[in-house]
């Protein structure tokens, strides 16, 4: 298999293309077989793609984003995580690892929610 950077720039050029091809027809509002036909696309090529970018989509959202953390020391022990925006969250010096492990990983998961902050448990 040919893993040259010219295919694989063709081939990131033949999905850029079909994620815009994509979202046309999401914005057109036309059938699957009216949009085809009207842009001369076999339905099966169009559903193979449509298959390809959505796989796609789902991988890349699947994955974690990394955020920039600021981590400071203050003269008070404190530990505080400042991210992006300007929330601060202030830890005492001394929390344990898998405690503050734990806060972070459910701090990402209701940050991926839309709950309002009032109905959170702290």
Known sequence: MDNSPKKNKAMKSKIDSWIKQIEDFKKNGLKR???CHKHQIRLTTFDYWRHQVKDLSAQKESQLV?????????V????ILEYPGGCKLHFPANI?????KI???RLVIISK?????????F
């Open 96 to 100: 344990a690892p898998q405690i503050l």
């Open 103 to 105: 806060f972070l990983s």
């Open 66 to 74: 990394k955020l920039p953390i600021k981590i400071e020391s203050s």
């Open 76 to 79: 008070s022990e404190n530990i």
């Open 33 to 35: 077989a009216d949009y």
């Open 113 to 121: 929610t839309e709950l309002p902050m009032s109905s959170l448990p």
